[in-house]
C-alpha cells in the first residue's frame, strides 16, 4: 500500500481557512501528490484534486453524502435535510424533482425575464451614479427568479429578501457577525418559503403549472407523502438562493471583460466566443472550493487505502486549476474551450458527473443561459466605465468577490 502523503498539524481547519481556495492545490504541490490526509474540524480527512479524483469522487456506490457536510455549511448554505445530503433512491427522487423543473423551455422562460428586468433596471443605473453590480444584479435576480418560481414578492421586499439570499451564500466559511447573519437569514427564509408552500398546499395560493413552488410543494416521496413542510422550504430555497448566487458569476464576468478589452469585442459580435467566454469565467473564477462526501465502504484506490465513513473533500478550484487538465491554468484564455469537448469530470466548478443520478448542480444550465445572457447585456445593449477601484480578489476569502462588488459608472443604454 502506498503512504499517503500527511499534514503534520493536529488540525488544519484554521490553515484551511485561512489558505482559502489554494489550500489543497498547495499542498498537493508541496507533496507532489493529487491525494493528502489532514484533519479537518478534529477529522482525518482525504483531500483530493484532478480528473481520476473527480470520476472516483462521484462514484456513488463508494461514497455518499449522509452526514457529509459539516453543520455550519448546513445551518447556513443548504439547510438541513435537502438533495444535497441524500444517498441512492432518495436521493434520484428527489433529484428527479429539480431536474423536471429545468426544462430547456423553463429556462428559456428565466432568462427571458431575466433580459426583461435588467432592461427595465436600465433607466434607473442610468440616473444613479455609481452603480454596485453585485447589489443591483442581486435584486434583479432576486425578483426574477422569484417570478419564475411562482413565489410572490412584493417590490417593497425585494432588497431585504436579496440581503438574506445573499447572507446565506457568504457565510458557511465566516467567522463571527457574517455567519450570525447566515444563521439568521436562514431561519427566516424557511419561515417564509414554509408559509408558501403551506399556502400553496391548502389552495389559498394558486401555483402556476410547472413552476418551482408547484412542483416542490406537490412532490411526493417514492412512499406516497408529501415533503414535511420545512424540508420543502429547504428545496424550494435550493432554487432561489442558487439562482441569485449566479450573479457572482456575472460580476466576474464584467471583471474578466474589463480586464481582457480583446475579448470585450470578440463576444460582442459571436455567440459562440460568448459561450467560450462563460466557460472559462466557471473555470477560472472562485466559487465552490470544494464539495464533500464519506466513504460507504472501504475501499483501495491508486495504492491508497480508503477506511469506511472517511470524510474526503474533492478540491474543485484545484481541479479547474490543474495544468495536467488546463494548461497555464492561471492565464485567463477562452479559446481553450473551442472545439475542445469537456468530459464530465473536468470542468467542475458545479460539481463532476452525471445531473441525474449524482449530485452534479441541478441548475448548472441555467448558470450557464443566465451568464450568456449577463455577458450579452453588459457588450451589446450598454456601455458604462469602471472608475478606478480596487478590483482585487483574494483568494483567502470564501467566497471571494471584489470588495466593492464592482463599481459601474456613467451606464448610458445603447440599444
Ligand atoms: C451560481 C452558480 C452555481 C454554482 C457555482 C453551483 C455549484 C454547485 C456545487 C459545487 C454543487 C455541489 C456538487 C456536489 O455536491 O458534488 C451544487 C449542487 C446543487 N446545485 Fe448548484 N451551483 C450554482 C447554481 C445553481 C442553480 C442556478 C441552481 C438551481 C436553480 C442550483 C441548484 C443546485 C442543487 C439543487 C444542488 C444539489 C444537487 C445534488 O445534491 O444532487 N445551483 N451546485
Not at 480527512?45 to 448546513?74: H, K, N, S
Not at 428527489?94 to 429545468?102: E, N, P
Not at 408558501?196 to 416521496?221: C, D, M, N, Q, Y
Not at 448548472?364 to 443566465?370: K, N, R, S, V
Request: aromatic share 8%.
Amino acid at each position: 500500500m502506498a503512504t499517503m502523503p500527511a499534514d503534520r498539524s493536529p488540525d488544519s481547519t484554521l490553515a484551511f481557512l485561512r489558505a482559502g481556495y489554494r489550500f489543497i492545490g498547495e499542498r498537493c504541490d508541496r507533496y507532489g501528490s493529487d491525494i493528502f490526509q489532514t484533519r479537518i474540524l478534529l477529522a482525518p480527512t482525504i483531500c483530493l484534486r484532478g480528473r481520476p479524483a473527480a470520476a472516483l469522487f462521484y462514484d456513488t456506490e463508494r461514497f455518499q453524502r449522509r452526514e457529509a457536510m459539516p453543520l455550519r455549511v448546513q445551518r447556513t448554505l443548504t439547510g438541513r435535510g435537502g438533495v444535497q445530503g441524500l444517498d441512492g433512491p432518495e436521493h434520484r427522487d428527489r433529484k428527479a424533482m429539480f431536474m423536471s423543473i429545468m426544462t430547456p423551455a423553463a429556462i428559456r422562460q428565466l432568462g427571458q425575464l431575466f433580459d426583461d428586468e435588467w432592461q427595465a433596471q436600465v433607466p434607473a443605473w442610468e440616473g444613479a451614479g455609481p452603480v454596485a453590480l453585485y447589489d443591483a444584479l442581486g435584486r434583479v435576480l432576486t425578483r426574477v427568479v422569484c417570478s419564475w418560481a411562482g413565489v410572490p414578492l412584493a417590490a417593497s421586499q425585494i432588497d431585504r429578501r436579496a440581503v438574506q439570499l445573499h447572507a446565506m451564500i457568504e457565510a458557511p466559511a465566516m467567522v463571527g457577525p457574517r455567519h450570525w447573519r447566515g444563521l439568521l437569514a436562514r431561519r427566516r427564509a424557511e419561515h417564509w418559503i414554509a408559509d408558501i408552500i403551506e399556502r400553496t398546499r391548502i389552495g389559498t395560493l394558486p401555483a402556476p403549472t410547472g413552476s418551482a413552488l408547484k412542483v416542490i410543494a406537490e412532490h411526493r416521496t417514492a412512499r406516497g407523502t408529501l415533503l414535511p413542510r420545512r424540508i420543502a422550504a429547504v428545496e424550494l430555497l435550493n432554487v432561489l438562493r442558487p439562482v441569485v448566487a449566479v450573479d457572482r458569476y456575472m460580476v466576474f464576468a464584467a471583471l474578466a471583460l474589463h480586464d481582457h478589452p480583446a475579448w470585450r469585442e470578440r463576444v460582442r459580435e459571436d455567440d459562440e466566443a460568448t459561450e467560450q467566454f462563460v466557460q472559462e469565467v466557471r473555470r477560472y473564477y472562485p466559487f465552490f472550493p470544494a464539495a464533500t462526501a464519506r466513504v460507504r465502504h472501504s475501499f483501495d484506490w491508486e495504492g491508497h487505502h480508503f477506511p469506511r465513513g472517511r470524510r474526503v473533500l474533492l478540491d474543485l478550484y484545484g481541479t479547474n486549476h490543474h495544468p495536467a487538465l488546463w494548461p497555464e491554468p492561471e492565464l485567463f484564455r477562452p479559446e481553450r474551450f473551442a472545439g475542445r469537448r469537456v468530459d464530465p469530470f473536468e470542468l467542475v466548478p458545479q460539481g463532476g458527473g452525471d445531473h441525474a443520478t449524482g449530485h452534479r448542480c441541478a441548475g448548472e444550465w441555467i448558470t450557464i443561459e443566465l451568464m450568456k445572457r449577463a455577458v450579452t447585456n453588459l457588450t451589446r445593449t450598454m456601455r458604462y466605465e469602471v472608475p478606478p477601484q480596487n478590483l482585487a480578489l483574494d483568494l483567502h476569502r470564501m467566497p471571494a468577490l471584489p470588495r466593492a462588488g464592482l463599481t459601474l459608472t456613467n451606464i448610458r443604454r445603447t440599444t
